[in-house]
């Protein structure tokens, strides 16, 4: 118990080191959005670039010898699947923990996990949920994770670990990145602003720009953002800003939400009601966007209205 607490305790730091990732295999490397368990080898990694996708969120059941989970969700998107190899001196625990670990200190949000029997029959997971029978094992071998980045949608990661009957430690990983956020001018007709946010459930804001102190820049232009709202006067949303650059992390979402806040600012003075819209800022933590400064922008993300 002792030496668990050691290793476990030391996986913040080699997290924040770097470099400590999987053993790269020919072309195969980890995914970006991904770090493999420590001392760990590549041997399948597969890409489908357009699938539509089902994210279990919730634990196997059999029911009239049909086998689903009790939630999941429907995405589309890219689908990369990366199977490693963990050397049998770790644990399946051990690498749930790294994987929990990780998740926490990127900022992604867990969105269900199990272990042993209450995940269901491993057979299934191996052989209905991700089509591979090799992930089968031993019922309380198995660990399963699944993760999503702020705010939901940006994508999925899953993650199966099994430790099989010959000892054998394998975990299991399928990213998905739905079809991106659309980028669209602020300048943009309202109503083709609005179509966009609907089919997506986002839309980056072109065109804006920021002062050195994170103020909007003068003569910056919301009343397209402002009339799409207006055209639909149930849409709620998120103004959520992104920012790289200099300064550690807590500076980075002070900065970002800053932003977040002065375009909800300007927004309000257009007349749209306060309830509607709420500013989030993310800094660094969500590098993904469609072409252009990936670095700085402004997405509005759809929110229901209970949120």
């Known amino acids: 118990m002792q030496t668990r607490y050691l290793v476990h305790t030391f996986w913040p730091l080699l997290l924040l080191a770097g470099g400590v990732g999987a ?14 368990f420590p001392e760990s080898e590549i041997s399948e990694l597969e890409t489908i670039e357009n699938t539509n996708y089902r994210v279990v969120l919730g634990s196997l ?19 990369t699947r990366i199977l490693y190899q963990v050397p049998n001196s770790y644990s399946g625990q051990d690498v749930y923990d790294f994987f929990v670990e990780q998740m926490r200190l990127r900022g992604y949000r867990e969105l269900f996990t199990c272990a042993g029997r209450a995940c269901g029959s491993s057979e299934y997971w191996a052989n209905d949920i991700f ?20 705010p939901a949608g ?21 990213i998905i990145e739905p079809v991106a956020a659309a980028a669209v ?5 309202p109503a083709f602003m609005l179509q966009q946010l609907r089919e997506f459930g986002g839309i980056v804001l072109q065109e804006l720009t920021f002062e050195a102190d994170d103020r909007l820049a003068a003569g910056a232009d919301l009343e397209e953002v402002a009339e799409l709202m207006r055209l639909d006067p149930d849409l709620h949303l998120y103004l959520v800003a992104h920012l790289q650059g200099e300064g550690d992390l807590e500076e980075l979402l002070v900065r970002s939400e800053s932003r977040a806040e002065a375009v909800r600012q300007a927004l309000l003075g257009q007349g749209i009601d306060a309830v509607r819209l709420t500013a989030r800022g993310l800094g660094p933590l969500a590098p993904l966007c469609v072409g252009g400064n990936c670095a700085e922008r402004v997405e509005l993300v759809l929110r229901s209205a209970q949120q």
């Open 23 to 36: 053993q790269q295999s020919g072309n195969l490397a980890d995914h970006a959005l991904f770090t493999g």
């Open 131 to 150: 089509g591979s029978r090799i992930l089968y094992g031993p019922v309380r071998n198995q660990f399963y994770l699944a993760m999503g980045s702020e």
């Open 61 to 79: 059941q059999s029911a009239r010898g049909q086998v689903a989970p009790e939630a999941s969700e429907r995405v589309r998107g890219k689908l």
């Open 185 to 189: 001018p602020t300048q943009a007709d």
């Open 154 to 174: 940006l994508f999925y990661i899953s993650a199966y670990v099994i430790t099989r009957i010959n000892r054998q430690l394998l975990a299991y990983l399928e």
